[in-house]
């Protein structure tokens, strides 16, 4: 059940990020690149490896690649941080994204967690 809901969630944050990313990169006032395609690679990284988890081969591997994309959502975390405090995305955006990214952490320290104590 986990699996599903973190997958779900996980490509729905990619599709997510790649809006910011269009956004950032293409709107006038903001033209911004260098964090913009920091921030591309590290939330879509999130739901690929994921992906891989699901499809991995052992449950070592699962679980090293479970624990990759809590990595990525956390370096995610710091990209998003850094973009709205120099202001390149607005409170009520950084709001809302940032609690899916919280989100997505959460549940995958549980399932990073749970897979290390069985």
Do not use: C
């Not at 973190?6 to 006032?29: G, H």
């Not at 990284?45 to 070592?60: C, D, H, T, Y």
């Not at 995305?89 to 709001?95: E, N, V, Y």
């Amino acid at each position: 059940m986990k699996e599903s809901i973190i997958k779900n969630k996980s490509k729905d944050f990619a599709l997510r990020i790649i809006k910011l990313y269009k956004y950032l990169t293409t709107t006038a006032e903001t033209r911004e690149y260098i964090l913009s395609k920091q921030i591309l690679r590290s939330g879509t990284s999130i739901g690929a490896n994921v992906k891989e988890a699901l499809r991995g081969q052992s449950r070592p591997d699962f679980r090293a690649k479970m624990n990759i994309a809590l990595k990525e959502a956390s370096e995610t975390e710091y990209w998003l941080e850094l973009l709205h405090e120099s202001d390149y995305i607005d409170d009520a955006s950084f709001q809302s994204i940032i609690e899916d990214n919280i989100e997505l952490i959460k549940i995958l320290t549980n399932i990073v967690k749970s897979t290390d104590q069985s």
